[in-house]
C-alpha cells in the first residue's frame, strides 16, 4: 500500500499552547522539537479560500488564497509555500525570509491579521516519468493536473491540519478535478480537518454509484464500463464492511481514480491506481481494499508518528490479512510474515517498531508491516474479538480528524478491557528481535480407571533469547474420535514448564501451529522462500564452466550486482568447494553444484536434460525461465535459470514480486506466470506425539 503523509516543514511560526502565535529561532534545531509538541498538543487548523487559475501550455499555476485560522485564537504571521511561486500580499511581493533544501521558501508577513489575503503565481514542473517511490510526483500541463502537499503548492504550517473551498477555474473542455470532499459548482469543499489538499484534473470519463451514506466513484482516462463497474461494486461492498466494522465512513464519496503514474496510494476519499495496476485481477481483493481502509487510519485517525507509524500493519491487519483470514488462509499469511521478518531482521538491520515511519525497503517493511501485524494479531488473541474491535472503534470514534499515537490507542484498548497493556505495548514496540520458541522436554504419563484413560502431559518450552518475552501461547491437542482441544499458555521466562490434562490420549499436541506468536519460525516450519536472495545475509554465486553461449556475461553481470552491498560474499565457478553454512545461489540450471544438491534435496523438483519437472509436471527449459529455493540438508539453495539476457532481465524483475513463494516459472514467450508455489512442511519441531 502506498499512504502518503504531508512534508516536514522547518523554521515557521507556530501556535504556541497559550494559543498565541510565536516565531522560534533557527539557530540550535532545539526550537523544531518543541515546536513539533506543541503544534500535536494542539493542532492549527488552516481555512483555506483558494482560486485556482491554471495554464496547462506553461505549466504555471495562479492562485488567490484567503486563510484563516480556526478553532483558535491569534493571528497568522508566517507560512511555507513552493520557492518557485511569487507571493503578493497586500498588493506588494513578499520577500522570503528562509529557503529550505526541500525547495520552500518561509515567508514572514509584515503585519498580522484574523484573515490573510495571498496572490501567487509560478511555473511547476511535471515529473511525467516519475519514479513514485524515490521522488516526489507532480503533473501540471496538457495531460492533466496532480498536486499534493510535496509540491507545496498551497501555505502550510508545521503539522497544520487544513479545511478548504476550492474554485478551479479555466479547465479546457471535458476535465474535471477532484480532490477531497464534496463537489461544487466550480471545485471542492472539505470542511473536515486535512492533512494535506489535493488537485488532480483531466479528461475523465466518471461513473458513480449512490450509496447509503456515501457516493461511489471511479475515474478512468479512457471509457471502461466494465472495469468501472467493478470498483464501484468492490467500493460499495468494503466501505460497508468496514463500517460496520469500525464505524461510519467518515467522507460523503470515495472515489477510484486512475492515475497518471503506476501507483497504489490512498488519500482522503479517493485513491490512485495506475493503468496496470488497476486492471490486475488481484488487486480488487488485496490493495485496493487496503486503500479504502487508510480512510479509517490514515486519512482521518492521522499519523502522529512520535511513536512510531501504527497505522500500516493496523490496515495490514484489517485488510490484506482479515481477506485472507475470511478465506481460510490466515495461518499461511501470518506464517509468511513470519518469514519475511526472519529473512530481513537477522543480519544488523532490525529496529524498534516505535522508530517505524515509512516503507523504503524490505526491513522497513519486515518492521513496520509484518512485526505491526502480528503485534495486533497478538492483542486480538489475548482479548478477544469483541473486546478487540469494539476498542478499534473506541480509538476511531474519540481520534478521528485529529493525530493520534500508539499511546492513544493503547489508551483506547485499556479503557475498553479494563487491563493495564502499557507492558505488552512496551514490548513490542521499544524492543528489537522475537523470540524463538522451542519444545525443550516433554512426558506424556496416562492413567487408566474402570471408566477411562486419563492423560497428563509435562511440558517444557524455552526461548532462545537472552531477556525474556511475554507471550499468549496457543496449544492445540489432536484426538482419534473427538474435536480438537486449544488451551493457552502465558509464557514470561527463559523456560517454563507446564501441565495439561487431557480426558482421553491425544493423536499429538501442537505448539502455535498456526503461527498466532510473533517469533523466529524454524527452519522446519516455514518452507525455502525466494525472498532471502535480497537480504543482507552472505551469499555464494557460482557459476556453471560450461555455461551456454552468450550467457556467461550475464550471469557475471547479475552475480556482481547481487554480491555488490554484501562484502562478506562471493562468487566463484560450480567447480570449486562450496563455503559452509552460506547461502548458495546457483546461476544457471546447466551447474554441478545443482546435480549434486538435488541427489539430498527433499522437495519434488528435478531436471533433466530438456525440462524442469516439478510437482510432477514437466516445463521445456528453453521455455521457461525459472526461480526456486530448495534444502539439501543443511544447505539452503536458490536456483536461477533463464536461457537469454531478455528472459533473463525479465526474471530478476518479476522475482521480488513472487519473495513469498518457493519456486516460480515464467513463460519466455508472454511472460506470464507458468507456475508457483510454496513447498509443504510436514515435520515441525513444534508437534509432539505420544508413544
Known amino acids: 500500500m502506498y499512504f502518503q503523509i504531508s512534508r516536514s516543514l522547518k523554521g515557521l511560526c507556530l501556535f504556541s499552547s497559550l494559543l498565541m502565535l510565536f516565531c522560534l529561532g533557527n539557530s540550535d534545531g532545539k526550537w523544531w522539537s518543541e515546536a513539533q509538541a506543541q503544534v500535536t498538543a494542539a493542532p492549527l ?21 484567503e486563510i484563516e485560522l480556526t478553532g483558535h485564537e491569534g493571528t497568522l504571521q508566517a507560512f511555507e509555500l513552493n520557492k518557485a511561486f511569487t507571493v503578493e500580499y497586500a498588493g506588494k511581493v513578499l520577500q522570503a525570509s528562509e529557503t529550505h533544501p526541500n525547495g520552500t521558501n518561509v515567508y514572514q508577513l509584515p503585519e498580522t491579521s484574523e484573515l490573510v489575503r495571498l496572490k501567487y503565481s509560478g511555473q511547476l514542473q511535471s515529473t511525467p516519468l516519475c519514479n513514485w517511490l524515490t521522488e516526489a510526483c507532480r503533473r501540471l500541463d496538457k495531460e492533466g493536473i496532480y498536486l499534493d502537499a510535496a509540491s507545496a503548492w498551497y501555505p502550510d504550517l508545521p503539522n497544520a491540519l487544513h479545511t478548504f473551498e476550492m474554485s478551479v477555474l479555466d479547465l479546457p473542455e471535458k476535465w474535471v478535478s477532484l480532490s477531497q470532499g464534496q463537489q461544487t459548482a466550480t471545485g471542492w469543499q472539505e470542511l473536515l480537518p486535512q492533512k494535506a489538499i489535493y488537485l488532480l484534473a483531466s479528461h475523465f470519463k466518471v461513473y ?3 450509496g447509503s451514506t456515501f457516493t461511489a466513484m471511479v475515474y478512468l482516462r479512457s471509457t471502461d464500463d466494465a472495469l468501472a463497474e467493478k470498483y464501484l461494486q468492490a467500493t460499495q461492498h468494503y466501505i460497508e464492511q468496514y ?5 461510519n465512513y467518515p467522507y460523503s464519496k470515495f472515489a477510484t ?3 497518471f503514474w503506476e501507483t497504489g496510494w490512498g488519500m482522503p476519499s479517493f485513491t490512485l491506481l495506475g493503468s496496470r495496476v488497476m486492471r490486475l485481477p488481484f488487486i480488487l481483493d488485496s490493495s485496493f481494499p487496503h486503500e479504502i481502509l487508510h480512510n479509517w487510519w490514515g486519512n482521518s485517525v492521522y499519523i502522529d508518528a512520535s511513536e512510531g507509524n501504527w497505522t500500516e500493519g493496523l490496515t495490514a491487519y484489517l485488510a490484506d490479512y482479515r481477506i485472507q483470514e475470511l478465506k481460510g488462509e490466515g495461518t499461511k499469511y501470518r506464517r509468511d510474515m513470519l518469514q519475511k521478518y526472519l529473512a530481513f531482521t537477522q543480519s544488523g538491520e532490525d529496529f524498534p517498531l516505535k522508530a517505524f515511519r515509512s516503507r523504503h525497503d524490505h526491513t522497513t517493511q519486515a518492521v513496520g508491516y509484518s512485526k505491526s501485524l502480528m503485534f495486533f494479531h497478538d492483542l486480538r488473541q489475548r482479548l478477544g474479538d469483541k473486546v478487540f474491535f469494539l476498542s478499534l472503534r473506541h480509538f476511531y470514534d474519540t481520534h478521528v480528524f485529529q493525530q493520534a499515537r500508539f499511546s492513544d490507542l493503547r489508551h483506547s484498548f485499556e479503557a475498553v478491557s479494563k487491563q493495564d497493556l502499557k507492558p505488552l505495548f512496551q514490548q513490542w514496540l521499544a524492543r528489537t528481535g522475537a523470540p524463538q520458541l522451542k519444545i525443550a522436554d516433554y512426558t506424556f504419563t496416562s492413567t487408566q480407571t474402570e471408566q477411562k484413560e486419563h492423560v497428563s502431559l509435562q511440558l517444557s518450552l524455552e526461548q532462545a533469547e537472552n531477556e525474556t518475552f511475554d507471550l499468549y501461547i496457543p496449544v492445540l491437542a489432536s484426538f482419534a474420535e473427538q474435536a480438537p482441544e486449544i488451551q493457552y499458555l502465558t509464557m514470561n521466562q527463559l523456560q517454563q514448564n507446564y501441565t495439561l490434562e487431557f480426558a482421553t490420549k491425544p493423536l499429538q499436541v501442537a505448539v502455535d501451529p498456526d503461527f498466532d506468536v510473533f517469533r523466529l519460525p524454524s527452519k522446519e516450519e516455514v518452507p525455502p522462500a525466494l525472498n532471502v536472495l535480497f537480504n543482507r545475509t552472505p551469499k555464494t554465486f557460482v557459476i556453471a564452466r560450461n555455461v551456454p553461449a552468450g550467457m556467461e556475461l550475464e550471469w557475471n553481470k547479475l552475480a556482481e550486482a547481487l554480491a555488490k552491498n554484501l562484502p562478506e560474499s562471493h562468487i566463484q565457478y560450480d567447480d570449486e568447494p562450496l563455503p559452509d553454512g552460506e547461502l548458495v545461489v546457483l546461476l544457471g540450471a546447466d551447474n554441478a553444484v545443482l546435480t549434486a544438491a538435488l541427489l539430498h534435496a527433499q522437495q519434488p523438483f528435478k531436471l533433466n536434460e ?3 519437472v516439478l510437482n510432477s509436471v514437466s516445463y521445456t527449459c528453453g521455455l521457461h525461465s525459472l526461480a526456486l529455493s530448495l534444502s539439501a540438508g543443511k544447505q539452503q539453495l536458490i536456483l536461477l535459470d533463464a536461457p537469454t539476457p531478455e528472459t533473463l532481465a525479465l526474471l530478476m524483475r518479476k522475482i521480488p514480486h513472487y519473495g513469498k513463494y518457493s519456486y516460480v516459472l ?18 515441525s519441531p513444534m508437534v509432539i506425539k505420544p508413544n
Open 45 to 65: 487548523v488552516l481555512h483555506h479560500r483558494l482560486k485556482i487559475v491554471p495554464d496547462l501550455d506553461n505549466s504555471i499555476l495562479t492562485i488567490e488564497d
Open 208 to 210: 458513480q454509484q449512490e
Open 243 to 247: 463500517s460496520h466494522l469500525l464505524g
Open 257 to 259: 481514480v486512475e492515475s
Open 610 to 612: 530438456t525440462a524442469f
Open 666 to 683: 515464467f513463460d519466455n514467450a508472454t511472460g506470464k506466470n507458468a507456475a508457483k508455489g510454496q513447498w509443504e512442511m510436514d515435520h
